[in-house]
């Protein structure tokens, strides 16, 4: 089987091509509505003339927030197609979040779902924005509705707009927690969009046989990758669930008979564990486990839980990254795939570079996973300074992620450099939530810490130090009333002063280690 060679074009390009192969085949369905990609391409090409009417023109950012949906992704191609960069919202965002990300995007355009523009209207800074589209046929007062935007677009020729589009073009834009704990966004160009949807796909073996189940959202760029643009490049059909609820999963897997489902381990281990999934219904061949922390053992549960027909998936992806690093072998033993990352992706340049002198470490020496090619982000939005700390002079992207490689070009996770917590698949930044405890004059120290849990993979520890009594609970509410949910900690322990190393710094290993045993005593 050849491995495809890379495509130098847009989104909106490559998708006119899978379109007109595939034309009767299933693109888009939910338990309501299917497109094939006929209708697909027939429908976002209306919608893409209207949009230009409106003032949508290339290069502008237009802020895409709503639930995973069909109509959600007919927005997405719709904008790719006159060449705008698509910036995705999080579905889960707290409100000043929400108006941070707003702030710092700069877009002049949101669109979004009938379930959440009546909450926009209580920002001011919302209100300003230029265009306001909900996805729903009718307009609702300064909202405009399907119809009347496909209305204006008649004479709009998009073929033209599609050709004039350069793959090099931003094509999305994502949101990304950073060491300094402001939120950055990265900037991804349709080349590298359209080249890993069609490099993951040929790595899982993606054929006109499978169906893919949407189990992620598609804010995230592991989702846009293996779900989203992977489905796309075969010419095959996406399912989308109404939500990701374990028992919505797993219908959808007996019902609709999908083939491919990647998801964060929690979902896996949660299907596994609901009394009411019958296997017998279910025909998983593959999937991608990520987004989180796992076992070898968890992961060997997982495929097993599964058997006899899955083979799951082990590899890196990250936002900085188009979302895949790494991929292993579907014919790789259990062993490997349940220990290793794999192998750096066909086309990438990648290494392993001692942090300390930068050069590239021997087989079996623990180093920064580093890579360059064509998946590396053009950088974060407006911030050359955090842009050039991550890629390097020579155009390398410097992951944060420790790991060795082994002669055959396995390579082991070993740690991160970083002190992100990711707690089922959502990135946190430690030092947002500090900033939120700090807030209260009875904190004195604070330092949050990320501890491996079974479910989540990490769980959010607050530890902290206090000049006056305070209560777990109070902790918390700090937390909850600057930000979102998930983001609130599993666990706080207080302390009368934090372990200091020589250079009279918080030692975070030996509180890691002491917030442990705390965890054991719960």
């Not at 008979?257 to 564990?273: D, E, G, W």
């Not at 989540?456 to 777990?472: F, Q, S």
Request: charged content about 25%.
């Amino acid at each position: 089987m050849k491995r495809p060679e890379l495509k130098n074009l847009t989104i909106a390009q490559f998708f006119k091509e899978i379109c007109r192969e595939h034309a009767d085949t299933v693109a888009l369905f939910d338990d309501r509505i299917s497109f094939t990609y006929g209708e697909l391409d027939a429908l976002t090409d209306k919608l893409a003339g209207g949009l230009y009417s409106c003032g949508i023109k290339k290069g502008d950012i237009v802020g895409l927030f709503c639930n995973t949906s069909v109509y959600g992704l007919i927005f997405f191609y719709a904008l790719q197609k006159i060449n705008a960069s698509v910036l995705f919202l999080p579905e889960k965002v707290h409100d000043e979040e929400l108006v941070n990300y707003a702030s710092l995007s700069e877009m002049r355009t949101i669109i979004c779902d009938y379930q959440h523009y009546d909450y926009f209207g209580n920002f001011d800074l919302i209100k300003r924005v230029e265009r306001k589209i909900i996805m729903t046929d009718d307009s609702r007062n300064e909202w405009i509705g399907m119809n009347d935007i496909i209305s204006k677009g008649s004479d709009v020729n998009i073929d033209e707009l599609i050709s004039s589009g350069d793959p090099q073009d931003t094509a999305t834009m994502l949101f990304t927690s950073g060491s300094t704990g402001r939120p950055k966004i990265v900037c991804s160009s349709g080349y590298s969009k359209v080249n890993i949807g069609i490099q993951q796909a040929f790595d899982m073996r993606y054929s006109k046989d499978d169906i893919v189940l949407g189990a992620l959202p598609v804010h995230h760029c592991f989702s846009q990758s293996v779900n989203v643009l992977g489905a796309m490049a075969t010419g095959i059909p996406l399912f989308i669930p109404d939500d990701r609820h374990s028992a919505t999963i797993i219908k959808a897997l007996s019902e609709h008979h999908c083939t491919i489902m990647s998801a964060v381990p929690a979902l896996y281990q949660a299907i596994l564990k609901n009394p009411d999934t019958d296997k017998s219904g279910i025909r998983l061949r593959t999937g991608v486990i990520g987004g989180g922390r796992y076992t070898p053992e968890q992961f060997c549960e997982i495929e097993e839980g599964f058997a006899p027909t899955f083979t799951l998936m082990s590899s890196l992806g990250m936002t900085e990254g188009t979302a895949g690093v790494t991929i292993c072998e579907p014919d790789d033993s259990l062993e490997v795939r349940s220990k290793t990352l794999g192998h750096f992706m066909a086309y990438l340049d990648g290494k392993i570079i001692d942090p300390y002198t930068h050069l590239e470490s021997p087989i079996g020496e623990v180093g920064e996973i580093c890579f360059k090619g064509y998946n590396v982000m053009q950088g974060y939005y407006k911030n050359p300074k955090a842009t050039a700390e991550v890629i390097d002079k020579a155009g390398y992207l410097h992951s944060g992620d420790l790991a060795y490689i082994d002669e055959k070009g396995y390579i082991y996770l070993t740690g991160r450099l970083k002190d992100i917590i990711i707690r089922n698949g959502e990135n946190i930044t430690p030092k947002e939530i500090e900033d939120a405890i700090y807030l209260d004059p009875r904190v004195e120290n604070c330092k949050v810490i990320g501890i491996e849990d079974d479910h989540l993979g990490e769980a959010v520890c607050a530890c902290v130090v206090t000049n006056k009594p305070m209560t777990e609970d109070e902790v918390k509410k700090l937390v909850a009333d600057k930000l979102v949910s998930y983001k609130v900690p599993s666990y706080v322990f207080f302390y009368d002063e934090f372990p200091l190393n020589s250079t009279g710094k918080i030692d975070s290993v030996q509180l890691k280690e002491t917030a442990r045993e705390e965890v054991k005593k719960k």
